[in-house]
């Protein structure tokens, strides 16, 4: 397994070094950038289509001429590095910092990356980059301060490490990277079967009203239903973390200490909430599929299409799956061949924040998001690389620039004054994501929070939410106990 995470490395930094020659930056170890004009990027599809002739003939283009002169300079300016998905586990965005290479210039990471390298100093402070005086200018720090408060500290550091230090009320905050659209998991819900969601904000809330409606029978408008809660079975952790987090737990809570058992016996509760959705056996819900379905969820796109279908009340997913349903629903509805009222329309699908635990008032979102960063390495003594990452970044803080995006892929922009711009589906998300959707007059707390960046523990918890689903003799006690052994073991390393 080492030598082949070697291979993949070793050609990932083949990439990085076809793009310093494409750039016309030689060497990727030479000191000196003197006549760099051209920044290399990691792309993604937003900013595929962002720098494509179609983006021209966009609202933004056609009221704003300097953001087209803008565009038409990033256009000849930057050249895309496009990593293959099959390499994404590999971390490919982290080599250019990880080798302190000159590119990528412009760099898409997610949290926890962002966090790992601005502690070593490779970031640039992008609120930095603000130019001051000119019409063009977009106010990076005003951005920031349009996101909500999470999310913007999930791509900040706040122990003031880097060169060039922003001092604002709270103290000394670098802003390592720019999140263009926020990406979380929330539970997805039947609002036609749940006209009130406001008694959901915890598990046995949910449980509760999901045993009762499936116990009414299968008459319409619930003829479909098999499930209480869809949830992921291979990458479960990423829906655990919230739920994990919604116990009032942490990672370290769980190594040696003096609190250590009561921290445990949350992580039982945590554990149970899973476990019991899946065995109905000894006391559990099992509204969840059993362990006998899962190779049919393992499927892509199986979690959506089974709630499309109707058969489920919850699912967790990512925020982006409710654009998805959308697609989907019109699809089915523009063929002759199906009757669309076998699915579940738009108007059906309402979102909610992950519950939390009894006791607990506060619900986390496990970012997903990217954001964009700034490799210092290629900016030294280099003003004309400065300008052209200044354009980028003025560039995609843009309003217009967000908005459009945001409407063509079912995205949720950052800022949270484009809430209004989007569809009133997207603007729940939104509205949740920045703390103001009420649901029957009651607010839920929303935390965005990044998973941990330490890859060890991830596996580790992985395996043993697999060993707890996928065998019915091992318990949530186990498990727990399993964990903070080895939680331990790793930590005294």
Same mark, same amino acid.
């Given at each position: ?15 990085v070094?076809?793009?310093?020659l ?8 030479e ?5 760099q004009?051209?920044?290399?990027y ?6 595929a289509y962002?720098?494509s002739d179609?983006f ?19 256009r ?13 586990e ?5 080599v250019a ?17 962002v ?7 490779n ?8 130019d ?10 005003e ?7 999470s ?9 003031g490490?880097l ?12 802003r ?14 039947r609002?036609?079967l749940?006209?009130?969601?406001s ?17 009414e ?5 619930n003829a479909a239903l098999?499930y ?7 990458n479960v ?5 919230p739920?994990?987090?919604g116990?009032?737990l ?8 003096a ?12 554990? =149970?909430?899973? *476990?019991e +959705?899946?065995? !109905? $056996?000894g006391? /559990?819900?099992?509204?969840? @599929?059993?362990?006998?379905? &899962? %190779? ?36 089915e509805?523009?063929r002759?061949? =199906?009757?669309? *009222?076998? +699915?579940?329309? !738009? $108007?059906?699908? /309402?979102?909610?924040?992950? @519950?939390?635990?009894?006791? &607990? %008032?506060?619900?986390?979102v496990?970012?997903?998001s ?9 900016l ?13 970044f ?14 063509? +892929? ?5 800022? /949270? ?6 569809d ?6 939104s509205?949740l ?13 929303v ?7 330490r ?5 580790l ?22 964990l903070?052994?080895k939680?331990g073991d790793?930590?005294r390393?």
């Amino acid at each position: 397994m080492v030598d082949n995470y070697l291979f993949r490395f070793s050609k990932l930094l083949l990439l990085v070094f076809l793009a310093a020659l494409q750039a016309g930056c030689g060497d990727i170890n030479e000191s000196s950038t003197e006549g760099q004009t051209a920044l290399v990027y990691t792309s993604n599809q937003e900013i595929a289509y962002l720098l494509s002739d179609k983006f021209e003939t966009s609202e933004c283009c056609l009221e704003d001429p300097v953001l087209t002169t803008n565009l038409q300079i990033l256009r000849k300016k930057l050249h895309a590095l496009t990593v293959p998905e099959k390499e994404w586990e590999s971390e490919p965005y982290v080599v250019a910092l990880s080798t302190r290479s000159l590119v990528p210039t412009l760099l898409l990471l997610d949290a926890p990356w962002v966090r790992y390298y601005g502690d070593k100093e490779n970031w640039l402070d992008v609120s930095l980059l603000n130019d001051k005086g000119y019409n063009d200018c977009v106010d990076i720090a005003e951005a920031y301060d349009d996101m909500p408060a999470s999310l913007r500290e999930a791509f900040s550091n706040p122990n003031g490490n880097l060169s060039g230090t922003n001092t604002d009320q709270t103290g000394s905050i670098q802003r390592l990277a720019f999140p263009q659209f926020i990406k979380g998991n929330i539970l997805f819900y039947r609002k036609d079967l749940i006209p009130d969601p406001s008694e959901l904000k915890t598990w046995a809330g949910l449980t509760e009203l999901a045993e009762k409606i499936l116990k009414e029978g299968k008459t319409k408008p619930n003829a479909a239903l098999k499930y209480g809660l869809l949830f992921h079975i291979d990458n479960v952790i990423n829906d655990f973390l919230p739920i994990f987090w919604g116990y009032g737990l942490e990672i370290e809570n769980l190594v040696d200490g003096a609190d250590q058992k009561k921290y445990k016996t949350r992580l039982i509760k945590a554990l =149970k909430t899973l *476990k019991e +959705f899946v065995y !109905p $056996e000894g006391g /559990g819900t099992g509204l969840s @599929p059993a362990s006998s379905e &899962f %190779d049919k969820f393992r499927k892509s796109k199986a979690l959506r299409e089974s709630f499309f279908r109707g058969e489920a009340l919850f699912m967790i997913n990512w925020n982006t799956r409710l654009h998805d349903l959308i697609e989907m629903h019109r699809i089915e509805s523009g063929r002759q061949d =199906k009757d669309p *009222k076998g +699915f579940i329309s !738009p $108007e059906q699908i /309402g979102v909610l924040p992950i @519950p939390c635990g009894e006791g &607990f %008032d506060t619900h986390y979102v496990n970012i997903g998001s990217f954001a964009w960063g700034v490799n210092k390495q290629a900016l030294k003594d280099n003003d004309n690389v400065k300008s052209i990452v200044k354009i980028f970044f003025k560039v995609i803080a843009n309003e217009c620039v967000q908005k459009t995006i945001a409407l063509k +892929f079912g995205l949720i922009p950052s800022r /949270g004054r484009l809430t209004k711009e989007l569809d009133r589906r997207h603007q729940q998300i939104s509205r949740l994501f920045h703390n103001k959707e009420n649901f029957a007059g009651r607010c839920f707390k929303v935390h965005l929070r990044s998973r941990p960046f330490r890859r060890d523990c991830i596996n580790l918890f992985n395996q043993e939410l697999s060993k707890l689903l996928t065998e019915y003799g091992y318990t949530a006690d186990m498990a727990a106990d399993s964990l903070c052994q080895k939680l331990g073991d790793l930590f005294r390393e």
